[in-house]
């Protein structure tokens, strides 16, 4: 009798932990925004690659796992799914038998684990230090998304201001604009869970 009762108490004391499904869809998130790279679209004569409708929702993951479960889960949320968004193209270029430059490798990386970190500092000093208001939220992802940028055109386009640059850079921030403020409002709703950042 006392045993069932160990028993009983040890399955409640287990909690499951689903984390590694949020990890595991923030990487095939960052595989799908490497695939739709080379699909584009025109929008008042500037070509934007579909991923611009998808990079907010990689934020939005890596701040879901950290008000869910803890710091340390997003940090190996964003380190996998960092190395996947380097591993993913070399494997499709070696399959494909093209080239791929370090610049473009380095440049992607970069962007992505720097905005990431920067995201995930800010984000952490809203939960912990305000009431997480809606507006800080929403600034929050678009000042990642601008740092994305700017790493990926200091490393990758190593500053050459292309033809249509700023119309297509600014028009890519007013898409994400609309994107991130349902985005901001989802993330706000979203319950914070029993962890300690």
Do not use: H
């Not at 009983?8 to 499904?21: L, Q, S």
């Not at 803890?70 to 494909?96: H, L, N």
């Not at 009431?131 to 740092?147: E, Q």
């Not at 033809?163 to 989802?186: H, K, M, R, S």
């Amino acid at each position: 009798m006392a045993t069932s009762a160990k028993k009983k108490k040890k399955k409640d004391e287990i909690i499951y932990n689903d984390c590694w499904m949020y990890i595991l869809l923030l990487t095939t998130l960052v595989i799908l925004i490497e695939s739709l790279k080379s699909y584009n679209f025109k929008i008042f004569g500037v070509y934007l690659t579909y991923s611009v409708f998808l990079l907010p929702l990689v934020y939005f993951l890596a701040n879901y796992i950290t008000k869910k479960y803890d710091y340390k889960k997003t940090i190996a949320a964003i380190s996998i799914s960092g190395v996947i968004s380097v591993c993913f193209p070399v494997v499709m270029a070696f399959a494909m038998g093209k080239t791929i430059t370090l610049s473009s490798l380095s440049g992607e990386f970069c962007a992505y684990v720097t905005s990431q970190f920067v995201n995930l500092t800010i984000y952490i000093f809203l939960l912990n230090n305000t009431k997480s208001p809606r507006i800080m939220i929403f600034l929050n992802y678009m000042f990642a998304l601008i740092v994305y940028y700017m790493f990926y055109t200091l490393i990758y386009l190593n500053l050459i201001v292309l033809d249509n640059f700023w119309e297509g850079y600014l028009l890519t921030l007013v898409i994400q604009f609309i994107i991130c403020i349902p985005v901001a409002l989802i993330d706000k709703a979203v319950k914070r869970g029993n962890i300690k950042n």
